[in-house]
Every structure is written in C-alpha cells, then in structure tokens.
C-alpha cells in the first residue's frame, strides 16, 4: 500500500511547540518530494512546507521562522517541527507526496 501514515498533533498552548510525524514506504520516500498542508476551518488548503529528496527546503511566510521541516532517511519519516504556535495555526494538517496522508488535527488554545 502506497500510503502516508501520520502521527503528532493535538491540543497545546499557544506559545508551545508540537511535532507532526509522517511515513512513507521507500516507494514514494525515496523517489518524491514531501510536504505538508493545512486546511483552518472554513478554509481551502494551504501550502506550508516541502522538502526535496535533496534536502531543500522552503517554508511559507506565513509560519517562516517558526516551522521547519525535516526528514529522516533511515527512519522513511518527514516531521513538521512547529514551535510558537498561535490560535491561527489551529487546522488539519495534511502530509503529502503525489498522494495525501489521513490528515492529524492541531489546536491551538488556552
């Protein structure tokens, strides 16, 4: 199966950090670039981070500074690193190659 199985997320505080994990088989690992998404409520689905099997990276700037992005070749994982939350970076969050992982909820909240 040619799936992206995603873990982290959850409710933290603003000003926290959390770390959103997702895996791919070599298949898609090893031959395309990742990224991740997020979808706010009542929103379309923005672009927010990717990662090329070179390593590259870009960020969008509107968490520029506060997101990164990574990935783990022996462990076939890309992890969003998210620190400074804020209430508007409370969203679904969507990893993603040629296909899309099952989502991970974050929510941002005192």
């Known amino acids: 199966q040619l799936q992206l199985v995603q873990s982290g997320g959850g409710l933290v505080q603003p000003g926290g950090s959390l770390r959103l994990s997702c895996w791919a088989p070599?298949?898609?690992?090893?031959?395309?670039?990742m990224g991740w998404y997020r979808q706010r409520p009542g929103q379309a689905r923005d672009w927010v981070a990717t990662i090329t099997t070179g390593r590259d990276t870009e960020i969008a700037n509107s968490v520029k500074g506060r997101f990164s992005i990574s990935r783990d070749d022996a462990k076939n994982t890309v992890y969003l690193e998210m620190n400074s939350l804020r209430s508007e970076d409370t969203a679904l969050y969507y990893c993603?190659?040629?296909?899309w992982g099952q989502g991970t909820q974050v929510t941002v909240s005192s």
């Open positions: 070599d298949l898609i690992f090893l031959r395309y670039d």
């Open positions: 993603t190659a040629f296909n």
